[in-house]
């Protein structure tokens, strides 16, 4: 198990970019693929990027293609979501996830076992 705390929401006006931080306790960090959600009001939970373990693999919702941009570094336990060209309709709280079994269902993987509390991502018209 893992801990993950995220960082970095905001607000910001529309085209303005931010960038979030998503920190991880434990030693096994490494072997979690990870993954961004984000949560709109009144919304279901949907899919944003995931990134392997390693970093050779990332995969987008559409949505978010060619804006925003997943990353990690495993000797600092973290993950990052670098969201340029930011739109209203990106406003919603964003959660990272890790998956453990991912290797054992494939990427991106469907499921997550360890989620953090959210930061609150606000984008201004």
């Known amino acids: 198990q893992v801990q993950l705390v995220e960082s970095g929401g905001g607000l910001v006006q529309a085209g303005g970019s931010l960038r979030l931080t998503c920190e991880a306790s434990g030693r096994t960090f490494s072997i979690y693929a990870m993954g961004w959600f984000r949560q709109a009001p009144g919304k279901e939970r949907e899919f944003v990027a995931a990134?392997?373990?390693?970093?050779?693999?990332?995969h987008y919702a559409d949505s978010v293609k060619g804006r925003f941009t997943i990353s990690r570094t495993n000797a600092r336990n973290a993950v990052f979501l670098q969201m340029d060209s930011l739109k209203p309709e990106d406003t919603a709280i964003y959660y990272c996830a890790g998956a453990s079994f991912w290797r054992d269902v494939g990427f991106p993987p469907m499921t997550y076992d360890n989620w953090g509390q959210g930061t609150q991502v606000t984008v201004s018209s």
């Open positions: 990134i392997t373990s390693s970093g050779d693999n990332t």
